[in-house]
């Protein structure tokens, strides 16, 4: 072999390995990172060229593709897209995807493993590739109930059945027109989302799952009861001093009931009720008593400190580990350091109202073929024992109370005993309040679970309260379970 062509033969090679580098880099390492680039619109538009499955509630679908005549060739359509927004999320045209269209992507795609008979059925015998439906657990009336209940005020509703824990509603607010997002109009697309990102309600955020975390107020009180019960040194009848004014251990800060005086005319107060009149010193006097990690141990039971796919991501409620004693004090009613979603004070409710069993949230039912055939079914599945049986009937009878004759009155329904407890988180000096209710019915035979939180005062600053707003969003809710 001469020089000149030794030295060829080793350019060509070089080129090759070269070439051989940066494809299987493209391909291999950075493939998904250009499936995700805006700006590949190849990619956009073969994501386009398979017909999604929908998204079905109560029979109907609320989320679709129907054919396109532009290069997208279909267009997915959201029915009631305000009131749905928080479930369907979008799969967007500019943007990342949200929701069940984000978190049962590979099913609504056609792309899931449990889809691959069904993909070779398709091949072989030459139809187009289609998508899977998503069918949920939610109830479309009770979505409704929810929606409208909550109307213009900003929060977040959440309903879950509590044998099963699936989610029967899931409303948030402000919301947002899903449609919007879909628009084969990239150019408005991206105008309509950078308008919904510098919103400062924040419309994008789920707030029965995520968003900015609120304290849970006086709903948390249920928790520390829960785990006073627990320790086996107290009972619902269990004495408690009664001032009007505590100062906080180890402080020389103070704190007052909401009422200012004291939690009723005695010197103490049992626990039964300092919880059914909402009171706050008794309350944080117990948390002291009980200590943080007890407490902290309860509310993880109940699920705190963990995120919940259901399928969509939850953020986790939080009780810090480490808290001195004033900062204990303050979880007792629910303040300080203490957050919680929506969805996790409805699972609290949901597993006193299951005899003591927290099942793990879930909105998914089933998977169902193009061809009708049901290709996966999501199981319900226990997340764990929150309290025993004997001592969880205590905690029933004083929810009960709470709303019978407490601060949860406005929770009543006519002839259905129902189970509750009201919140009214501060947030600041001058912030307006976050209110709260949290609650199931029927007492003696449970179907719903509801936690409601509304931000912002619910418009009244800090004049509303969890029993004047909140409570009456939860019965709306409740009603619409028990009526159907």
């Known amino acids: 072999m001469t020089k000149e062509l030794r030295r060829l033969s080793i350019l060509v090679l070089m080129m090759f390995l070269a070439l051989f580098a940066s494809t299987t880099w493209i391909q291999g390492i950075q493939s998904a990172d250009l499936a995700d680039y805006p700006r590949n619109t ?8 398979v017909q999604r499955g929908s998204i079905i509630a109560s029979g109907s679908a609320i989320a679709s593709s129907v054919p396109s005549s532009d ?25 990342q995807a949200t929701g069940i269209e984000q978190a049962m992507n590979d099913e609504l795609s056609g792309t899931a493993s449990s889809q691959f008979l069904s ?68 150019a408005q697309v991206e105008t309509d989302y950078a308008a919904l990102l510098a919103d400062p ?36 009848e269990s004495q408690i001093p009664n001032p009007a004014i505590w100062q906080l251990p180890q402080s020389s800060n103070t704190i007052r009931n909401d009422t200012g005086g004291t939690c009723g005319p005695g010197e103490t107060v049992s626990i039964a009720d300092a919880l059914r009149l909402s009171c706050n010193i008794p309350m944080a006097q117990l948390a002291v008593q009980l200590g943080d990690e007890a407490i902290r141990q309860q509310a ?122 009201t919140g009214t988180a501060e947030n600041g000096p001058n912030e307006p309040y976050t209110l709260w209710f949290t609650g199931f019915a029927p007492a003696d035979d449970p179907e719903v679970a509801v936690a409601v939180v509304v931000e912002n005062g619910g418009g009244m600053g800090q004049s509303g309260y969890g029993g004047l707003i909140a409570a009456p969003i939860a019965k709306k809710v409740m009603e619409a379970v028990l009526n159907k």
């Open 42 to 49: 190849r990619a956009l538009y073969d994501s386009y060229e």
């Open 71 to 95: 290069v997208f060739s279909w267009q997915r359509v959201y029915v009631d897209p305000d009131m749905w927004a928080p479930v369907t999320g979008v799969i967007p045209v500019v943007g």
């Open 119 to 186: 993909r070779i059925e398709q091949i072989l015998t030459g139809q187009p590739p289609r998508g899977s439906n998503v069918v949920l657990s939610l109830d479309a009336d009770v979505q409704r109930a929810a929606y409208e209940a909550l109307g213009d005020l900003q929060g977040a509703v959440i309903a879950i059945e509590p044998d099963t824990g699936r989610v029967l509603a899931m409303v948030t607010s402000p919301s947002y027109d899903t449609n919007l997002l879909v628009s084969h109009d990239t």
């Open 201 to 236: 309600a924040n419309p994008l955020y789920n707030r029965a799952i995520a968003g900015d975390l609120n304290p849970p107020g006086s709903t948390f009180k249920v928790v520390v009861v829960a785990a006073a019960l627990a320790s086996g040194q107290y009972t619902p």
């Open 300 to 421: 993880e039971k109940f699920g705190f400190n963990l995120s919940f796919s259901v399928p969509l991501e939850s953020i986790p409620s939080s009780y810090p580990r480490g808290l001195d004693a004033p900062q204990t004090a303050l979880t007792g009613f629910g303040q300080g350091q203490v957050t919680a979603t929506p969805l996790q004070m409805a699972m609290v409710s949901a597993g006193i109202a299951n005899g003591g069993i927290v099942m793990n949230p879930r909105m998914v039912d089933q998977v169902i073929g193009p061809d009708l055939s049901v290709q996966q079914t999501f199981e319900d599945s226990v997340f764990g024992e929150a309290l025993s049986p004997e001592l969880n009937e205590e905690m029933v009878a004083m929810m009960v109370a709470n709303v019978e004759n407490g601060a949860a009155s406005n929770a009543r329904i006519e002839g259905v005993d129902v189970a509750g407890k």
